[in-house]
């Protein structure tokens, strides 16, 4: 009877142990199952006696209080004395302290002193009466804070030894607590009505004991059969690597808290559990049992899930907002959204394309690596020109498009044969604003199902995909539009700077026989209407002049010199030339240089003359009465000196041109700034003007680090003024530079190596070299330049830019870098090109190259060029031909480059004629085979032969012919072909009549 009665209160503590264990963890103090207990364990007592205790065996009492380390309640042993003989870890938060700082402590120290008195009474009643005792008391941190709390205690000896057992409890907790008691269900204990699963099993895994949780969260009836069927480490872990790396952690620590794992339920579906458990040891270390709680958290893993999703597709939203706004290219921008589509709907296939807007096919430039290694049809392609598929069904409905047994809906017909299996399918287009139709994304195949939150995402993505290809093809659009308007104004520039260029050079000899004429002995009419011819012929040029200096600025092709000058010089001789012209109208004209302005400086003296020129002009023009003054002072940079850096050009000068003229309406003081623009429409067609001088001086002083603005008032003169930033000038230098050479005497006979693929040009050279008197040996290429100058001394060397094989600026480029020997390395070389634009000759330079000479070839210019690189001087002046006129040739041109040698022209004309056959079959040849790289190599030879010998229209045929050829234009090039093989006919026949004649 003893035994049994043992063996009831042993019992009966262990459930107060447990009971109370729940009740700090789900934050209970009181109810009915307490109180049962109490009266219980009271009755035992008093039967048995408070001083015969049982020992209960484990995990009736300390035990259990260990357990309590998982529990979320704060939890105390102390022996009969108070002093404390183990605590948890949330006791240790409740006073502030370590866990292990508290035992062997008094708990008298953390009680305050009002209270301890009411603390030693609670300890005396819970050891003696053996029934649980509740008490409110207030506590004392380690740090000195004051907690009001409620302890309810239990005894229970261990080894021995009287411990009491005591739950603490936050006060302010207390109405949680109560309304949690007051919906309570009565059951056998609180463990059982507990909301998360508890259990203890054999070190085997076989189940000890469980309460209805446990059960319930595998899918079981009852504890019972949870207990006869499950087996903890057999059944319930998903991944058998889990269970056995938990088993590992308890071995080695003794217990793991709050880990989560999946678990398999009866039924086989598994579930997210969090787990805190621990081993119990017996006295001599070994594991007698687990125990522990079981919660299911597969809610919160969803909802952790779902925000992580949520944060990944902000963030890859953010993500592409951004790159939008950077400008990306579709290229890029489609990566991103394929990359992050992939990603946030699990998705090994896919791709992302927008439709070509001029052709409206679907242009695919981004393929999952999978989608494309996977796919074994024949002709793969990225563009699509018809819309197939499901896919298509899309692009066609621009609507997007879910399914999950891609293969049974009926749209899915029309893919190719080879083509991926697609099992799952998910789309969406890409729209602009006012709903055209842009792109589109699709994935297939996810190892899940997709949901309508992968459609929302892809949806979220497809409109930003909308944005980024419309924004990129508007960029596209404004780009295309710009380029045509720069390449139209280019074309523009061009076209006035040789139309300027063709028309001044037939006005120098109108201009010129005028001014002959004019000097002439002949009658007062005649000198007259003479006079008219030349003053309209010279204000023709002027304006033609101001157009093409005007054109030249506004391409980039105006560079300014940097010589050092005599500024006073300057200004007297531009004064000097003002002088008569406004003595002749009854004005004076005045020039004064302040003493600090410095007389030497560095710069361009011939355009700021051009500047000084023009606004001297005007004043002239608008002036009638009065005069007009220079003045000159020095100018300060400001910004440039106030910010502490030296300016690159220190001398600063400013000019001041007044005049008592008609003045200027404050409208109109920018405008006449302006190109084309004039102050007084009125007044214009008395003066005359193209209102471009304004505009070429304000961007002329530009150039010369200054600005230039007006000072006026209508009816009382006006003054413009502006500023030149020099640099420093060096009058020793001056002196040098102003000393003209003059020609010491005959011209010293040059070796001249000239390097020329064309027959005829060579011809040209040889002849113009031959009559100026020097030698010339010519070559056909790059390659054999470089042999001849490793074989003989040259003086000079003439070299062709465009050449087979090697070209001109390779060929310099070794003969500089020495490999046809140290002695010809320096040898002076003039380029030879019918190239003329201002790069060309940049390049040249840059190349090493010492002259430039422009095809077709003068004379004069020849002679001059070789003056400059060999240190001689002209001995003759080219004279002027007469005009042979007629047919197909230019005879005028040529003669006039020939400098008349009517032997070099019919020898020119016969290499020609000889030639140009052979070309034009040439030409027929590539034509016949689309070679358009050989009819652009045969059609530049024939521009140059052509223009040597003045054939004006094959040259022309040839030039277009060359552009098309290297513009890919088969059919223009063709048809140029045909053109060009109907001129050497019409070409042919000229000369046979010439001969017949």
Avoid at 162 to 185: G, I, P, T
Avoid at 984 to 997: K, M
Wanted: one cysteine or more; aromatic letters at 6%; hydrophobic letters at 40%.
């Amino acid at each position: 009877m003893k035994r049994n009665e043992d063996k009831t209160l042993a019992a009966l503590l262990g459930r107060a142990a447990e009971a109370l264990a729940q009740s700090a963890r789900k934050g209970k103090s009181s109810g009915p199952e307490l109180t049962q207990l109490a009266q219980e364990l009271s009755e035992q007592r008093e039967h048995l006696g408070s001083d015969d205790l049982p020992e209960p065996e484990q995990p009736a009492a300390c035990g259990d209080a260990r357990l309590f380390e998982l529990a979320p309640a704060a939890f105390f042993a102390f022996d009969e004395i108070g002093v404390i003989t183990e605590a948890n870890h949330d006791a240790a938060q409740l006073l502030e302290t370590e866990r292990l700082r508290l035992v062997g402590k008094p708990f008298i120290i953390f009680v305050a002193s009002e209270h301890q008195d009411v603390f030693y009474e609670h300890k005396r009643l819970t050891i003696a009466t053996g029934v649980p005792q509740l008490v409110e008391l207030r506590l004392l941190s380690n740090s000195g804070n004051q907690r009001s709390v409620r302890i309810r205690s239990i005894a229970s000896k261990v080894d021995g030894v009287v411990l009491c057992l005591s739950v603490v409890l936050d006060m302010n907790e207390l109405d949680v607590v109560r309304e949690q008691l007051a919906d309570s269900v009565d059951q056998d204990t609180v463990l059982e009505r507990a909301p998360i699963g508890f259990f203890q099993t054999t070190p085997g895994g076989k189940f000890l004991n469980a309460n209805s949780e446990m059960a319930r969260l595998y899918g079981y009836e009852s504890v019972d059969e949870l207990m006869d069927k499950a087996h903890i480490g057999a059944d319930i872990y998903a991944d058998p690597k889990e269970r056995d790396a938990l088993f590992a952690v308890l071995h080695q620590e003794g217990e793991v808290s709050g880990r989560e794992y999946r678990h398999v339920r009866k039924d086989g579906s598994t579930f997210w559990a969090q787990v805190s458990m621990r081993a119990v040891y017996d006295p001599r270390g070994r594991i007698t049992r687990y125990e522990g709680y079981v919660t299911d958290v597969s809610e919160l893993k969803r909802m952790g899930a779902s925000l992580a999703r949520s944060a990944t597709r902000n963030s890859v939203l953010a993500e592409l907002s951004r790159t939008i706004l950077m400008s990306a290219s579709i290229g890029e921008v489609s990566d991103l959204v394929l990359s992050a589509a992939k990603e946030l709907t699990d998705s090994p296939h896919g791709f992302a394309g927008y439709i070509d807007p001029e052709t409206g096919q679907l242009v695919c430039i981004t393929l999952t690596g999978e989608m494309w290694s996977g796919c074994t049809v024949e002709n793969k392609r990225y563009v699509f020109e018809d819309y197939k598929g499901l896919w298509g069904w899309v692009l066609e409905n621009k609507q997007p498009l879910l399914l999950n047994n891609a293969a049974a809906d009926p749209r899915s017909e029309g893919v190719p044969k080879g083509h991926i299996p697609v099992r799952r399918f998910l789309s969406v287009p890409a729209i602009s604003g006012d709903g055209v139709l842009l792109g589109q994304i699709t994935l297939a195949n996810s190892d899940r199902e997709y949901t309508e939150d992968d459609l929302a995402i892809l949806g979220s993505i497809g409109d930003l995909y909308g944005i980024a290809l419309e924004r990129t093809q508007t960029l596209d659009q404004l780009r295309r539009a710009k380029r045509k308007a720069e390449e139209a104004d280019h074309a523009k520039t061009l076209f006035l700077a040789a139309m300027s260029h063709e028309i001044r050079t037939p006005m120098n000899g109108i201009l010129g026989m005028a001014e002959y004429l004019h000097n002439r002995e002949m009658d007062d009419e005649r000198k007259e209407n003479i006079g008219i011819i030349r003053d309209s012929s010279q204000h023709l040029l002027t304006v033609i002049n101001d157009i093409l200096d005007f054109s030249k600025i506004e391409s980039g092709g105006t560079c300014l010199e940097d010589v050092h000058f005599d500024l006073r010089g300057v200004l007297n001789s531009t004064k000097r030339a003002f002088e008569l012209p406004a003595k002749d109208k009854g004005l004076t004209l005045s020039l004064r240089m302040d003493g600090d302005v410095p007389r030497y400086v560095l710069g361009d003296p011939s355009r700021l003359r051009q500047v000084l020129n023009n606004l001297l002009g005007n004043s002239l023009k608008f002036t009638e009465t009065g005069g007009i003054a220079i003045r000159v002072s020095s100018h300060d940079p400001g910004e440039e000196a106030d910010s502490g850096v030296a300016a690159p050009r220190p001398v600063g000068v400013r000019f001041a041109v007044s005049d008592s003229g008609i003045g200027i309406p404050e409208s109109h003081k920018e405008l006449i700034f302006e190109q084309f623009a004039q102050a007084e429409g009125g007044y214009v067609k008395r003066t005359g003007g193209t209102g471009l001088g304004l505009a070429i001086c304000r961007k002329l002083v530009s150039l010369m680090g200054g600005e230039i603005w007006v000072e006026s008032e209508l009816g009382s003169g006006s003054t413009f003024i502006f500023t030149v930033m020099f640099g420093t000038g060096d009058s020793a230098r001056v002196v040098k530079e102003a000393a003209p050479q003059r020609p010491t005497g005959k011209v010293r006979a040059l070796e001249v190596l000239v390097a020329e693929d064309n027959p005829v040009n060579a011809l040209v050279a040889r002849k113009f070299l031959d009559q100026l008197g020097h030698a010339a040996t010519i070559v056909g290429s790059g390659e054999d330049a470089l042999s001849a100058l490793s074989q003989k001394r040259f003086d000079l060397v003439m070299m062709d830019l465009e050449m087979p094989d090697m070209d001109g600026l390779e060929a310099t480029r070794r003969i500089r870098s020495g490999e046809v020997g140290r002695d010809m390395a320096e040898v002076p070389v003039i380029a030879v090109t019918a190239h003329v634009f201002s790069d060309v000759r940049e390049k040249c330079e840059a190349g090493g190259m010492d002259g430039y000479l422009a095809k077709p070839l003068t004379m004069a210019d020849l002679r001059r060029a070789l003056a400059e690189v060999s240190d001689t001087a002209p001995a003759s002046s080219v004279r002027k031909p007469a005009d042979q006129g007629g047919g197909l040739l230019q005879r005028s041109v040529l003669w006039e480059r020939l400098d008349g040698d009517l032997e070099l022209y019919d020898e020119l004309l016969q290499v020609f004629e000889q030639e140009m056959p052979t070309l034009v079959e040439g030409l027929e040849n590539a034509a016949e085979n689309a070679d358009l790289n050989r009819i652009a190599i045969l059609g530049h030879s024939l521009k140059s032969a052509s223009t040597t010998i003045g054939a004006t229209s094959i040259k022309e045929a040839a030039v277009q012919l060359e552009h098309a050829a290297l513009e890919n234009r088969l059919e223009t090039a063709l048809s140029l072909v045909e053109k060009i093989a109907l001129e050497r006919d019409a070409f042919l026949q000229e000369r046979e009549r010439s001969r017949a004649f």
